[in-house]
């Protein structure tokens, strides 16, 4: 701040003392009038279900439904003794007409469709994909086959909220006792650093970091032994930490460009950069753990506890979607414009889906099944069919209860 001498402070005051002298004190300024801002009362959210017609529906008329109606028979093993399922299911058991033209009659006499919205209203969500892949391993450690794929630790806890909290039916806590408190379960990071009791729970060992961890995110795959035999694993539990994309982290970070985020570039970056991986890797906190799988599944099960069917199952986020649904998906094909409209079976979940107009799209198992869900990042929109006399209220907001994967 600048300073002022003696000379001239002594001459400023002299002039204010003047100036008070001789002037009239101006009159104080009017008081300002404060209007108080009052929040903006945010939107109620929308309902997510909307009565539709088959008509909305886009190509329903020419969609072969003979996949979809496989699917059904597969959802119905888990519904069929629900009380709104009951008919439909027992129906589909002894429909004696399976043609194209007979599951239309079917369909559109047993189920009512409906649009799915966000809470915003807007009906256009996020559609992605993903497959069953295989990785190459073995049942020992070996310097090749470095990284362990877990069964469930012995000091993870699931607690069913439900059993305690009616109100809180379908959602589940993960954690670990210390002492006598329950702490969340560890991170992704204490995991592979050998805090988390895993030690003798090491199912198989395999080649690939990499592999390993979209195993995880996938939630089911094969591990081609080195005798050629082949060895089905899934699902079995998850630690409780949220979902975190590393292809998000990659785009933030400058590694990768937008476009480059998919599965396969991913992957490339992880070849090109080996050092940086596991630091990568940390920054999703979300670890599954692995149950092996009986021989004669023909594919891998979902959170439905059926099989999945190849290009026609979907994960949704059951907070929303009903699981065991049929819901009719309008996207495109992966990268492209085509169109891709179909009966699909609600029949899984996943800890990266979450919202109304969300859903992860199963392409089966394989190397291109996994270019195909690697790539797919489209616009969809989707409607569920309830059946008769089964429809949602009109003004049903759905309960933040989750059953994940």
Same mark, same amino acid.
């Given at each position: ?17 003047? &100036? !008070? ?18 929040? &903006? ?20 008329? +020419? ?38 033209? /007979? ?18 209203? +807007? ?8 497959? #069953? ?12 086959? =470095? ?6 630790? #012995? ?23 210390? /002492? ?13 650093? %050998?805090?988390? &009791? ?22 089911? %795959?094969?591990? #081609? ?39 396969? %570039? ?35 099960? /979902? ?47 996943? /800890?990266?889906?979450?919202? !109304? ?8 198992? %394989? ?26 209220? =009109?003004? !049903? ?9």
């Amino acid at each position: 701040m600048k300073s002022f001498t003696p000379r001239v402070t002594l001459t400023l005051c002299a002039s204010l003392l003047l &100036a !008070a002298c001789h002037t009239t004190p101006p009159k104080p300024p009017a008081p300002s009038v404060v209007v108080p801002q009052v929040p &903006a009362t945010p939107a109620a959210p929308v309902a997510p279900f909307t009565a539709s017609s088959w008509d909305k529906l886009p190509e329903w008329q +020419s969609t072969d439904l003979l996949p979809s109606y496989s699917a059904l028979q597969q959802s119905c093993r888990a519904l069929k003794s629900r009380p709104n399922w009951q008919a439909v299911c027992s129906r589909a058991e002894s429909l004696a007409q399976t043609d194209n033209a /007979g599951l239309h009659q079917f369909f559109e006499s047993a189920f009512s469709p409906y649009q799915v919205s966000n809470p915003d209203g +807007s009906t256009l969500g996020l559609i992605t994909g993903y497959y #069953e892949p295989k990785l190459l391993g073995s049942r020992t450690k070996t310097k090749r086959f =470095a990284y362990p794929i877990y069964g469930v630790p #012995e000091d993870l806890l699931t607690i069913d909220l439900g059993d305690v909290y009616p109100q809180l039916k379908g959602m589940r806590l993960r954690g670990r006792l210390q /002492g006598k408190k329950v702490l969340p379960y560890y991170d992704r990071a204490d995991i592979e650093q %050998g805090k988390a &009791a895993v030690q003798g729970r090491e199912l198989f060992w395999v080649d690939n970091a990499v592999e390993l961890f979209f195993l995880q995110i996938q939630g089911s %795959g094969r591990i #081609e032994l080195p005798d050629g035999s082949s060895v089905k694993i899934g699902y079995a539990d998850q630690n409780g930490q949220p979902y975190a994309s590393i292809g998000k982290k990659l785009i933030e970070m400058g590694e990768l460009k937008l476009e480059q985020a998919s599965m396969q %570039g991913i992957k490339q970056w992880g070849e090109q950069h080996p050092d940086k991986l596991p630091a990568l890797l940390a920054q999703n906190p979300s670890y599954v753990f692995f149950r092996e799988l009986p021989d004669q599944l023909s594919a891998p099960l /979902g959170a439905l506890g059926v099989p999945l069917t190849d290009a026609y199952s979907i994960a949704v986020d059951p907070r929303t979607i009903p699981l065991g649904a049929p819901v009719f998906l309008s996207t495109t094909y992966p990268n492209t414009t085509q169109p891709l409209n179909r009966l699909m079976l609600a029949q899984d979940t996943g /800890g990266a889906i979450r919202g !109304a107009v969300r859903a992860d799209f199963f392409w089966g198992y %394989g190397e291109e099944a996994g270019t195909m869900a690697g790539r797919m990042k489209q616009d969809g929109q989707m409607w569920v069919l309830f059946p008769k006399g089964g429809e949602p209220a =009109a003004s !049903a907001v759905p309960a933040t209860n989750v059953v994940t994967r």
